[in-house]
């Protein structure tokens, strides 16, 4: 097994669920962490629209209404659906611990920096109530699940990875980039918050991790030696990426010119029948970080 980019049990105690965004599957995950002895942690919340999707596949698996929820960084597609899903816990009288990163904590509260991304998600949903962590923070799910919080920046100044101690599994959100299929790695320096210099201690940070499967936003699970590469490989990309903006810098406008040759150049092992599949997800994010390299907030 080398990667898991279907909706279902990755291990013992984690399953990864679709969050459908705008009727998209296969492109934003979030994971629900089970103990066997009761506790339960869901990891991200979606958008506004994938919230009812993450809701019904909680109840569908015996985990509504969850215990706590963890966020790794503070972009729209990790925070916009914690409303919709305290209202629902309300419902029942129960109430959700929600925790991120104590530098997550004014981004949270005030979510307008969002409009950065350019989606169509305005307005964004102010988060408050939020329990800070910090690196290093120990949680426990269950007897059998325990949580080590990691400060990896870079991707946002208070993105932080997630590494279950007892499966080895470790839950990075967008810290070190994207993967959507074999071969299809994207690197996401897509905000005025990016930072190579954090970035670049954060693929350090994590080789030397004991992680055995890695777990991505976007998406899906890899395992084995997928997920021991993938830091070498995300950055790897990331350095082409920057390479081909300086070659190109005087057509960081043209999109399609931009995806055209990265077909050519960079994802020469992506099936030519899946690109029309993938070349929507490969614009948007050559768009952000193209305006990202040339500073363009
Ligand atoms: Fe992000």
């Not at 910090?134 to 946002?156: E, F, Y």
């Not at 967008?174 to 918050?193: E, L, R």
């Not at 350095?239 to 810098?249: D, I, K, P, S, V």
Request: with cysteine; aromatic share 10%.
């Amino acid at each position: 097994m080398t990667a898991i980019r279907e909706p279902g049990a990755v291990n013992d105690t984690t399953y990864l669920i679709d969050a459908i965004h705008e009727g998209i599957s296969g492109g934003y995950a979030v994971y629900l962490l089970k103990s066997k002895t009761g506790g339960t942690c869901l990891i991200d919340a979606g958008t506004k629209d994938s919230a009812p999707v993450i809701y019904n596949k909680l109840k569908e698996l015996s985990a509504w209404p969850i215990d706590r929820l963890i966020i790794t960084h503070s972009h729209w597609d990790h925070t916009q659906g914690i409303e919709f899903l305290r209202e629902k816990a309300s419902e029942t009288g129960s109430t959700i611990e929600i925790m991120a990163s104590e530098k997550a904590l004014p981004f949270l509260a005030d979510q307008s920096f969002n409009t950065c991304f350019g989606t169509d998600q305005e307005p964004y949903l102010n988060i408050t109530d939020v329990i800070s962590l910090k690196d290093g923070d120990l949680l426990d799910v269950g007897r059998d699940l325990s949580l080590q919080i990691l400060a990896t920046p870079g991707h946002m100044e208070d993105h932080i990875s997630i590494l279950d101690l007892c499966s080895g599994n470790i839950f990075v959100g967008d810290a070190i980039g994207m993967k959507w299929f074999d071969n299809f790695t994207v690197p996401n320096p897509n905000s005025p918050y990016w930072n190579e210099e954090d970035f670049l201690k954060t693929i350090d940070r994590l080789k030397k991790t004991n992680y055995k499967s890695l777990s991505l936003a976007h998406f899906g699970c890899l395992a084995d030696d997928q997920a021991r590469q993938f830091p070498d490989e995300s950055l790897s990309t990331y350095r082409q990426w920057m390479e081909f903006f300086a070659e190109n810098n005087e057509r960081l406008d043209d999109i399609s010119f931009l995806a055209d040759l990265m077909w050519k150049r960079v994802y020469t092992l992506v099936p030519a029948d899946l690109k029309p599949l993938l070349r929507p997800g490969l614009e948007g994010a050559v768009e952000l970080a193209a305006r990202t390299w040339k500073g363009e907030y």
